[in-house]
Structures are given as C-alpha cells and as structure tokens.
Nanobody, 112 residues
Framework: VELVESGGGLVQAGGSLRLSCAASGFSFRKTGLGWVRQTPGKGFEWISEITSDDEATYYADSVKGRFTISRDTAKNILYLQMNSLRSEDTAVYYC??????WGQGTQVTVSS
C-alpha cells in the first residue's frame, strides 16, 4: 500500500487549494479513504472520509461546507478540495486508510 499526497502550499485566507493523494497497492474503488490533519496545538484531527464505492462522504464540522472529498477511480487519486481557507486550517494533511495506512503528509499554510 502506498499513499502519496501533494498539492499543499502557502495560500492567503479565503483562498483555495486542492490536495491530491496518489494511491496504489490495493483495491482503490473498494476501499474507504480519508483525510486527517495535524497541527502542533491540536494534534490529529479527522476531517473527511469517503466510503467504498463512493456511497457516502463525511466531514468534520470544522470543514463542512468548505471542503469536498472525491476520487478519480481511473487515476487512483483521492482529492480534497479546500475552499474558504482559514488560518486554523494550517496543518499537515494526511491521506489515510483507517488508522493503518498513512501517506507522508503535505503541508498547508494559510496566512491571515
């Protein structure tokens, strides 16, 4: 199993970023995937999940209405579209399969 995130960077508050997670080594469409972020002050925070076969998506209250999780099953890529970014969204974002598999993370920094 391999998960490789990309797309992080520096953005001004109110801006947008799209994170990508290239996945391999497992049945991509049949696996639930999620995003978790880590900040120095708050630790780890689960923020979104997409179930197998895209039956459902879930979001933490802190990002609901601003972030959208999706996947491209042809390319085996998981996405996180992040809009209306806030300074408190600054974190390292990880693509995960449950708690068992994690990518290396990508840094998102939102300047106010």
């Amino acid at each position: 199993v391999e998960l490789v995130e990309s797309g992080g960077g520096l953005v001004q508050a109110g801006g947008s970023l799209r994170l990508s997670c290239a996945a391999s080594g497992f049945s991509f469409r049949k696996t639930g995937l999620g995003w978790v972020r880590q900040t120095p002050g708050k630790g780890f925070e689960w923020i979104s999940e997409i179930t197998s076969d895209d039956e459902a998506t879930y979001y933490a209250d802190s990002v609901k209405g601003r972030f959208t999780i999706s996947r491209d099953t042809a390319k085996n890529i998981l996405y996180l579209q992040m809009n209306s970014l806030r300074s408190e969204d600054t974190a390292v974002y990880y693509c995960v399969i449950g708690l068992n598999y994690w990518g290396q993370g990508t840094q998102v920094t939102v300047s106010s």
